[in-house]
């Protein structure tokens, strides 16, 4: 199996493209100070995103940069120079969901590649067609669509242009993203990057001569969580996928966490290359099915691709979160790893580490040492450097973890 696949990670800042980087993506996704979808993120200024690109090109990975909001006239004046100085850093690709925005790139930026952003809400060949001989190289589809319809699609548009498809993250409630409802409720514009995500909060109705009393629109303690979309997750699904002729995996979360970014990433990027080895032998290793259990999420399910759909969590609007980073390996080494504390452990405690790169496995912590060569029971001050002794060595880069119900050994 030759072809190229790409998993695609999301970079919300400096850490998580690094931390993209070194689990495995092939590519990574950012915005700029302006014209991104996503404002909760740290984004990217000129000197960041000159450190980002030369990180990522320096180990062979490619930067793709989001210009996928809908500007106002008022923001046109600001367009060229973004896109002229991204091309300048060396960007490999925008995302762009604009005709307008599409027609500055080929002007103030023509060796950046095209990539047609979700938010335009391709659903079918021809529209993808169409791009393409607008100068798209790349179509992200809607997440709506299902795995045969992907295929066709496939079958009907030029052999060089690229799909791209979400696997990974949370759903929206409404089409591709198109919302209105943070607009409405709190003036922030879930089209221009700024969404509050008030599909995901508590409701109850009220009766306007009853002030201040409360009724569920449902029968439970908790009320109800109509627009409480699950996330979306495909690791089970990846020979279904690359065999729909899809080329690039695309993970959500540009404004979650450099820890997030690398798991997930790690997982897909080792899936698709066990299926790229394997060919029709291939099987899911159970080791990264559980990996996607490591990260904060909703529950989980895939979406739109097997003619179904997401489905809400009415119970709840919160996340399952079943382990905690307590530490990262700053040096490896054969008797102390140095580590630097997230969370508190305790010596006798089973750790769960996830190498850059590599297959997650367990250690024991048999003996901690602070900065000054005490040894301590365990670990309460945060970002405290350490001197961990385990029974096997701890790769440096690597994320420790510890189960949130194992018992602590140690006291």
Same mark, same amino acid.
């Given at each position: 199996?030759n072809?190229?696949?790409?998993?695609?990670?999301?970079?919300?800042? *400096?850490?998580?493209?690094?931390?993209?980087?070194n689990f495995g993506a092939?590519?990574?996704?950012?915005a @700029?100070e302006? =014209?991104g979808?996503?404002?909760a993120?740290?984004?990217?200024?000129?000197?960041?995103l000159?450190?980002?690109?030369?990180? !990522?090109?320096?180990?062979?990975?490619?930067?793709?940069?989001?210009?996928?909001t *809908?500007?106002? &006239?008022?923001?046109?004046?600001?367009l060229?120079?973004?896109? #002229?100085?991204?091309q300048?850093?060396?960007?490999?690709?925008? %995302?762009?969901a604009?005709?307008?925005?599409?027609?500055f790139?080929?002007k103030y930026?023509?060796?950046?590649? %095209?990539h047609?952003?979700?938010?335009?809400?391709?659903? &079918?060949? !021809?529209?993808? $067609?169409?791009f393409? &001989?607008?100068?798209?190289t790349?179509?992200v589809?809607?997440?709506e669509?299902?795995i045969?319809?992907i295929?066709?699609?496939?079958? +009907?548009?030029?052999?060089? *242009?690229? /799909?791209e498809?979400?696997?990974h993250?949370?759903?929206?409630?409404?089409?591709s993203g198109?919302?209105?409802?943070?607009?409405y409720?709190t003036?922030?514009? !879930?089209?221009?990057?700024d969404?509050a995500?008030?599909?995901?909060?508590?409701?109850?109705?009220?009766?306007e001569n009853r002030?201040?009393?409360? =009724?569920?629109?449902?029968?439970?303690?908790?009320?109800?969580?109509?627009y409480?979309?699950?996330?979306l997750?495909? %690791?089970?699904h990846i020979?279904?996928?690359?065999?729909a002729g899809?080329?690039?995996l695309? /993970?959500?979360?540009r404004a979650?966490?450099?820890?997030?970014?690398?798991?997930?990433?790690?997982?897909?990027? $080792?899936?698709?290359?066990?299926?790229i080895r394997?060919?029709?032998?291939?099987? *899911?290793?159970p080791?990264?099915?559980?990996?996607v259990?490591k990260?904060?999420?909703?529950?989980? &399910?895939?979406g739109f691709? =097997?003619?179904?759909?997401p489905?809400q969590v009415? @119970? $709840?609007?919160?996340?399952?979160r079943?382990?905690d980073?307590?530490a990262?390996?700053?040096?490896?080494?054969?008797?102390?790893n140095?580590i630097?504390q997230r969370n508190?452990?305790?010596?006798?405690?089973?750790?769960? /580490?996830?190498p850059?790169? @590599?297959?997650?496995f367990?250690?024991k #912590?048999?003996?901690i040492?602070n900065?000054?060569?005490?040894i301590v029971?365990?670990?309460?001050h945060?970002?405290?450097?350490l001197y961990?002794?385990?029974?096997?060595?701890i790769? +440096?880069?690597?994320?420790?973890?510890? +189960?949130?119900?194992q018992?602590?050994? @140690?006291?």
């Open positions: 199996m072809k190229k696949y790409e998993v695609l990670s999301p970079a919300g800042d *400096l850490e998580c493209l690094m931390s993209a980087v092939d590519a990574v996704y950012l @700029g302006q =014209f979808m996503r404002t993120s740290k984004n990217f200024n000129d000197e960041n000159a450190k980002g690109i030369e990180y !990522a090109h320096s180990r062979g990975v490619k930067v793709y940069i989001t210009c996928n *809908l500007p106002r &006239n008022n923001e046109l004046d600001e060229p120079k973004f896109m #002229a100085t991204a300048e850093l060396g960007a490999d690709a925008f %995302i762009i604009d005709l307008g925005v599409m027609e790139a080929k930026a023509p060796k950046v590649d %095209i047609v952003s979700t938010q335009a809400g391709i659903v &079918n060949y !021809a529209t993808a $067609n169409a393409y &001989n607008m100068g798209a790349r179509v589809l809607a997440r669509m299902s045969p319809e295929a066709e699609l496939r079958a +009907k548009i030029p052999d060089d *242009l690229e /799909i498809v979400f696997v993250g949370a759903m929206c409630v409404s089409f198109r919302c209105l409802i943070s607009s409720m003036g922030r514009d !879930a089209n221009r990057g969404c995500q008030p599909c995901r909060w508590k409701y109850h109705l009220y009766e002030q201040g009393q409360y =009724f569920p629109v449902e029968e439970t303690e908790k009320g109800t969580f109509l409480n979309s699950r996330d997750c495909m %690791i089970e020979p279904e996928l690359l065999q899809v080329t690039s695309k /993970i959500e979360g979650k966490s450099a820890y997030y970014t690398s798991v997930i990433t790690n997982a897909y990027s $080792n899936a698709v290359k066990d299926y394997l060919g029709d032998s291939y099987t *899911l290793a080791w990264i099915r559980e990996e259990n990260v904060s999420h909703r529950e989980y &399910n895939t691709f =097997f003619g179904s759909q489905g009415t @119970g $709840n609007g919160g996340y399952i079943e382990y980073v307590v990262m390996c700053e040096e490896s080494g054969e008797e102390y140095t630097t508190k452990f305790f010596v006798g405690d089973t750790l769960d /580490i996830l850059p790169g @590599g297959k997650s367990e250690v #912590a048999l003996e040492k900065e000054y060569g005490e029971e365990s670990t309460p945060a970002m405290e450097k961990l002794k385990t029974d096997v060595v790769p +440096k880069g690597s994320y420790l973890r510890k +189960k949130r119900y018992d602590n050994a @140690g006291i």
